[in-house]
């Protein structure tokens, strides 16, 4: 059962239907917490260095102190995902890692002197479907109604929650999201953004193109990742302002995220992705980078 899965709370393991956090926790009660979610692979953690890393950034953006070592974090994360393999035989996971400011009086203003909670569990990896691989998915599109710090990991995750519901609500498996004026340029657009749980990758040309770094968009540990990627493969790769009309005619459209790794987009707002015979099928540079990536998780573990 979910509810006697093992997690980590302030210290202690125990089952999540005995976990329990204070009402004024101020992650409860403000949204005011950073999370992670790190990929286990036959047991091990994928690119745990990254997520360490991108944990680090967000809570120093949000200024909270980190309240575990490296060493500390990958000791939980390897208990946690040692409980769920022993009593489920998961061997694939996804760690949820969360820490919020803690527990104080209401009040905007952040408080001092208080002690971060943390909170950890694990749940099998639920991967996309050897049908999605094959055929692609689905996408649905929409303007950018989020805050502006999509470069902050942060549990205020409601803007998210309503652009995934739009693609829900169609069938498909994503919201695409562009917005005027940012992804790194002055003005203009509407540019690409990113996904409401996932990184939004073109091919034109042969060549794999993404927005480039900005505070609209998170830095996803897959766009490192990618780019080694295609260095092995002989991709050309690029961070660049996206326009939505690049998007459209794009002669692939890929997403990334922990979970669905890469994968293809084949149909956008009802339309097929691509050209000639290809179009709305999975293309070459999906598939090369699909099973570079199925290598990658061979090698980088921990």
């Known amino acids: 059962m979910t ?3 093992l997690c980590y709370l302030n210290g202690a393991y125990k089952p999540l239907s005995q976990a329990q956090v204070n009402v004024l926790d101020r992650g409860f009660l403000f949204g005011d917490g950073i999370y992670e979610v790190v990929p286990v692979y036959a047991g091990k953690l994928f690119r745990f260095d990254d997520h360490m890393a991108r944990l ?3 809570l120093g953006k949000v200024r909270i102190d980190n309240p575990l070592s490296r060493e500390a974090w990958l ?3 390897r208990k946690l995902a040692s409980a769920l393999a022993e009593t489920e035989g998961a061997a694939d996971q996804v760690i949820y890692l969360q820490v919020t400011r803690g527990v104080a009086p209401r009040d905007h203003v952040m408080p001092e002197g208080i002690a971060p909670t943390v909170f950890m569990m694990s749940n099998p990896m639920k991967p996309p479907t050897a049908e999605q691989r094959h055929g692609g998915v689905a996408c649905t599109t929409a303007r950018d109604f989020r805050w502006e710090r999509g470069d902050i990991k942060s549990i205020s ?5 309503l652009a995934r519901q739009m693609s829900a609500d169609h ?3 994503e919201t695409i999201m562009f917005r005027d004026g940012g992804a790194g340029v002055a003005s203009g657009g ?3 953004t990113e996904a409401a749980a996932s990184n939004v990758w073109i091919v034109k040309d042969g060549a794999l193109l993404g927005p480039p770094k900005s505070e ?3 830095e996803g540990i897959r766009v490192e990742l990618l780019h080694e990627l295609c260095e092995d493969e002989g991709i050309a790769y690029n961070l660049k302002p996206i326009s939505e009309a690049d998007v459209r005619s794009a002669d692939e459209v890929i997403l990334s995220s922990a979970t669905k790794e890469v994968l293809p987009v084949t149909r956008l707002d009802g339309e097929p992705v691509g050209h000639g015979a290809l179009r709305g099928k999975p293309g070459p540079v999906y598939a090369r980078l699909h099973e570079a990536y199925q290598r990658a998780k061979a090698t980088q573990c921990v």
């Open 3 to 5: 509810t006697d899965r």
């Open 56 to 58: 680090d950034r967000s």
């Open 75 to 77: 000791e939980r994360c």
């Open 157 to 161: 995750l409601l803007g998210n929650v």
């Open 171 to 173: 069938g498909a498996v």
């Open 190 to 192: 509407p540019w690409l």
């Open 216 to 218: 609209h968009v998170l």
